[in-house]
């Protein structure tokens, strides 16, 4: 069966240290991977898509990688804030979206 | 504003008392969703719908209805709620056709359910 991993101990980070936190997946060819970031009680919100042919995807502070050999992803914040504390989602596109269980992530000031 | 709406936020509600939980999104997307949250488990899909009277199930459906009459709503029925429904639930729209999952999803706040 088909099966996503993020590494569901949390990740504390010292603010300006950069968070990188891992995606895996079996048993799936997703088109596409997605993350999101997931604040306490709220709604997923959406942060970037890469697609199956990208290496890599950056958004501001935020870089995503894609390794269809490996099936992983890895997502890293850059100069990581208190602001970036969150639990972050990947989540693989096929013909729905598929998410994984998240990782929290904690920077201390 | 861009966005959906799920109401209510909370609720708490007594085994077996139908209740419905309502969503809508005003981004004129075809395709929503709704999920279900509980720790370790992740986010767990219940139904979909790709369009206006197109409806199917997700991974765990059972105990759940919806439907889709208009395309901005996609309201969650619980006929007889059981305690193991409870569970923060989320609804997401996008103008995906659902086929490809190649655009984003957008997510409501959130609605936490008590079944005692």
């Known amino acids: 069966s088909q099966k996503i991993e993020q590494n569901s101990e949390a990740l504390n980070i010292q603010e300006g240290k950069t968070a990188t936190l891992t995606c895996n997946y079996t048993n799936y060819s997703p088109a596409y991977l997605q993350w999101y970031r997931q604040d306490p009680g709220r709604g997923p919100v959406f942060l970037l898509l890469?697609?199956?042919?990208?290496k890599e995807k950056r958004k501001e502070r935020l870089k995503v990688t894609f390794d269809t050999t490996l099936k992983q992803s890895l997502f890293h914040i850059t100069a990581s804030q208190p602001a970036d504390s969150a639990t972050y989602l990947c989540?693989?596109?096929?013909?729905?979206?598929?998410f994984g269980g998240g990782t929290r992530v904690l920077v201390k000031p | 504003e861009a966005q959906v709406t799920q109401n209510p936020r909370y609720l708490i509600t007594v085994t077996g008392k139908k209740l419905t939980v309502t969503c809508s999104q005003n981004?004129?997307?075809?395709?929503m969703s709704w999920y279900r949250q509980d720790p370790g488990l992740g986010l767990r899909q219940i139904y979909y719908?790709?369009?206006?009277?197109?409806?199917d199930k997700g991974d765990v459906p059972e105990g759940y209805k919806v439907s889709r009459k208009e395309k901005r709503n996609f309201p969650l029925i619980l006929e007889s709620p059981s305690p193991n429904q409870t569970s923060l639930y989320f609804c997401?729209?996008?103008?995906?056709?659902?086929?490809?999952?190649?655009?984003?999803?957008?997510f409501g706040q959130g609605t936490r359910l008590t079944v005692v």
């Open positions: 719908s790709m369009n206006v009277e197109v409806t």
């Open positions: 890469i697609r199956e042919n990208e």
């Open positions: 981004m004129n997307h075809e395709y």
């Open positions: 989540a693989l596109a096929g013909n729905k979206l598929t």
């Open positions: 997401a729209s996008s103008p995906g056709t659902g086929v490809i999952w190649n655009t984003e999803a957008f």
